[in-house]
């Protein structure tokens, strides 16, 4: 979806103004051989003029092109863009259109500087929960405003959806208002339009804020590593996941000791952590036996015991049985069930 030679457009557009001014246009959108934009203050200063003399001269020039002949000629450059941003859904995050529109900085400066001209485009600037984004409908863009907080509101701070669910989810909360628009591509660019709502690397999505969106260390990059894997994994297996997955250098023994810290993880085998949130108890065996004891009412068989235990713990059978052995801590009753002291 490349928007063709935008530089043509510019170039005729930048012709019809006085030196001064044009040169005033070319620094501020980055449109010269520097792609840099330059402020009102240092334009200013090379001028000897006032930054707010220099957003005037900016803002007369805009509005000279527009009212030039050359810009009436140019209207195919307009409806082009106007349909690209239909098709992107109608509303969209300003770095997301100008990287879908340009391949490189110096062409998104020029569709900038056209969307900047084009009465057809608003422009809505970042706030707390948007990001800078253009719209050619006003209307659509309030309702995409709304869906986005209504989201935003009903997510918890560690929840994680797939990709697939965050869609469904905008989907049924959009109705049939959204009817044009409503395919995944579309939803996943509405959704990129927020600063509070994210996704990880694992494409899944949640709150900006969770640390399961915007991981903060060793200990979150191996929480997602464990949970994308879905089983149990060795510290050093996790260790490599992380530089895999995140390109972090993760240290084996760093990483076994930020494990051993955190209870988000629990140790159920030499090296193997899981997560706590998956059921697993923590502490060593015989905790684990007291914990399975506890839930079933006070008394199981050796058997029933061993099967529960090595569903929680990656362990080998006789260590469970050794550990029923011991009068500390465990007896038998009548009928040979085994029961915590």
């Keep these: 979806m490349i928007i063709t030679r935008p530089n043509k457009a510019t170039n005729k557009f930048l012709a019809v103004l006085p030196e001064r001014s044009a040169d005033v246009i070319i620094r501020r959108f980055g449109l010269g051989d520097d792609s840099k934009r330059v402020t009102l203050e240092a334009i200013g200063r090379d001028y000897g003029i006032t930054r707010e003399r220099v957003r005037q001269i900016e803002n007369n020039a805009i509005k000279n092109i527009k009212k030039s002949e050359t810009f009436n000629k140019e209207e195919k450059i307009f409806e082009e863009l ?3 941003i239909d098709v992107l859904g109608g509303i969209v995050a300003e770095m997301d259109l100008l990287k879908t529109l340009a391949k490189n900085e110096k ?4 569709i900038h500087f056209l969307l900047t001209l084009g009465d057809a485009f608003t422009k809505e600037k970042e706030n707390n929960n948007f990001k ?14 709304i869906l986005l907080d ?3 509101n009903q997510l918890n701070e560690n929840d994680l959806y797939p990709e697939e669910d965050i869609i469904a ?3 049924d909360r959009a109705g049939n208002i959204l009817a044009k628009y409503k395919n995944p591509e579309t939803v996943k660019k509405w959704l990129s339009i927020s600063k509070v709502i994210g996704k990880n690397h694992f494409n899944e999505w949640g709150l900006s804020s969770s640390n399961n969106i915007n991981a903060k260390g060793i200990r979150d990059y191996a929480y997602l590593s464990i949970r994308q894997h879905g089983s149990p994994m060795h510290f050093t297996e996790v260790a490599k996941s992380i530089e895999n997955n995140f390109g972090k250098k993760a240290h084996i023994a760093t990483c076994h000791n930020e494990l051993i810290k955190d209870p988000r993880f629990v140790l159920v085998g030499r090296g193997l952590y899981a997560l706590s949130e998956w059921g697993y108890t923590g502490g060593v065996v015989r905790d684990v036996i007291k914990s399975i004891l506890e839930k079933e009412g006070g008394a199981l068989t050796r058997e029933d015991i061993v099967d529960k235990v090595l569903r929680e713990r990656y362990i080998k059978e006789n260590t469970v049985v050794v550990n029923l052995q011991d009068p500390r801590h465990f007896k038998r009753d009548t009928k040979g069930r085994y029961l915590a002291v």
């Design 169 to 171: 989810l905008f989907v």
């Design 107 to 110: 062409e998104q400066n020029q």
């Design 150 to 152: 209504e989201i935003h």
């Design 82 to 84: 106007k349909s690209a």
């Design 132 to 145: 800078t984004r253009w719209h050619i409908d006003r209307d659509l863009s309030n309702q995409i405003h």
